[in-house]
């Protein structure tokens, strides 16, 4: 993801349904990790 007022990307994880709706977003910051237990335990709660 692009951040146009800093001028740096960003990490950021999204959640898209079915119909192609964002259900959940998730930034992390230049050189963030994620957690792909976390990641899957929020799938699971959103039930897509």
């Given at each position: 993801?692009?951040?146009?007022?800093?001028?740096?990307?960003?990490?950021?994880?999204?959640?898209?349904?079915?119909?192609?709706?964002?259900l959940?977003?998730?930034?992390?910051?230049?050189?963030?990790?994620?957690?792909?237990?976390?990641?899957?335990?929020?799938?699971?709660?959103?039930?897509?």
């Open positions: 993801m692009w951040l146009e007022d800093k001028g740096i990307t960003d990490r950021a994880t999204v959640l898209v349904g079915k119909n192609g709706k964002v959940w977003s998730e930034s992390v910051g230049p050189g963030g990790a994620r957690n792909p237990g976390d990641l899957l335990a929020k799938a699971t709660e959103l039930g897509e």
